[in-house]
């Protein structure tokens, strides 16, 4: 029996968008960013329908461990780094590429007498048989705060961490380096070239592979352009500057999510409609009632007027969104009838527009 409500993924869709990205970024390696569960998408899914890229990111350690637990081999990169010694062993045994960003994460490293003293050059398979040995060599990567001011080190203390870290025996030189960007969805802000100039001041003449744009650095500045490029949300489809849709940029959305109608009815005028009776009827009114909420994911916040599709035709959200139920003006469908089926975002409605309905971002949506 299908769910009341469900989504539907495309995974054409997404190998599309990378095409779209490696089209924009042809010389450079990609860092697919499934943290947050693949954006909700499922992040072993979106794994296995990426395993040709060169790398993944995901922000904590248990989800680069889940990874490999289930097999996948590609590099991966974690964008929180490590916060104490159990995370630091996971990270050591599953072979995860840590985000080093704090001092105290350096002492971790240096406090780590068995890391430090181990012969690098004279290492033995591991008796687990799982290719992750303790004491090989780790990629790291060395995060530059430019002005995102959240994780990483300060261009005044970088080349003290830079040091610090090179002198760790088991770090594989040369290191990786990056920094975030805080406003590169604004295309006239400036403050994106002030953060790409910082960095290429703060390392110039260090060696190691620079990464610096994430989706909207790779489709609105090419500056920022370098050995690696880190796409997120817009391998899902969904753009990353607010005044545009994925669409629009020639990316397909990944993610549709449906349900189907469960009750029509006649409202005569003066009737008001949900919590609170928000909203009233001005005229007699063809009432359709969802099947999804907001435990569903649905956005408890979304307008009046929010499209939605019954049929494949739009109609209005009316009334407050309740926890499993949506009710909607059918206007002149008056043939529609309860098991219909609605769609609340996906082809033909993207769900940027949903998003801006509710006052929101589409990645609270999609996660």
Not at 323 to 350: F, R, S, Y
Request: hydrophobic fraction near 40%; charged fraction near 20%.
């Amino acid at each position: 029996m299908t769910p009341a409500a469900y989504a539907v993924l495309d995974l054409d869709a997404v190998r599309h968008n990378l095409s779209i990205v490696r089209s924009l970024a042809p010389d450079a390696k990609i860092m697919a960013v499934i943290k947050a569960n693949g954006y909700g998408h499922g992040m072993l899914r979106m794994a296995q329908a990426l395993q040709e890229i060169d790398a993944f990111a995901v922000a904590r350690v248990d989800e680069g461990v889940r990874l490999r637990k289930a097999g996948i081999t590609n590099r991966i990169a974690v964008l929180e780094g490590f916060s104490c010694v159990e995370e630091l062993a996971d990270v050591l045994h599953y072979q995860l590429e840590p985000v080093v960003h704090t001092f105290t994460q350096l002492e971790m490293l240096e406090a780590d007498t068995k890391l430090n003293a181990v012969d690098v050059n004279n290492l033995k398979p591991s008796p687990e048989g799982e290719g992750w040995v303790r004491g090989n060599k780790r990629s790291v990567w060395l995060k530059i705060d430019t002005g995102m001011n959240r994780l990483g080190f300060k261009p005044i203390d970088f080349k003290a961490a830079h040091q610090r870290l090179s002198q760790c025996s088991v770090i594989k030189q040369p290191i990786n380096l990056m920094t975030h960007f805080a406003n590169a969805d604004d295309i006239n802000d400036a403050k994106t070239l002030t953060q790409i100039k910082l960095f290429n001041e703060t390392v110039a003449g260090i060696p190691g592979e620079r990464s610096l744009a994430n989706s909207a650095g790779i489709l609105g500045w090419h500056d920022s352009l370098n050995d690696w490029v880190r796409p997120g949300v817009m391998l899902y489809g969904i753009s990353p500057f607010p005044d545009s849709t994925g669409g629009q940029l020639g990316l397909k959305p990944v993610m549709e999510l449906h349900s189907h109608l469960i009750a029509v009815k006649q409202l005569e005028a003066g009737d008001t409609v949900g919590y609170g009776g928000s909203w009233l009827c001005e005229k007699p009114t063809t009432l359709g009632v969802v099947a999804i909420g907001y435990g569903d994911g649905y956005p408890r916040y979304a307008k009046t007027g929010t499209p939605v599709l019954v049929n494949g035709l739009r109609v209005p959200l009316i009334g407050r969104v309740s926890m499993d139920m949506i009710t909607v003006d059918l206007g002149v469908q008056i043939k529609a009838k309860p098991g219909d089926p609605v769609t609340l975002w996906g082809e033909n409605l993207p769900v940027e527009e949903i998003a801006q309905s509710a006052d929101t971002i589409p990645y609270t949506l999609v996660c």
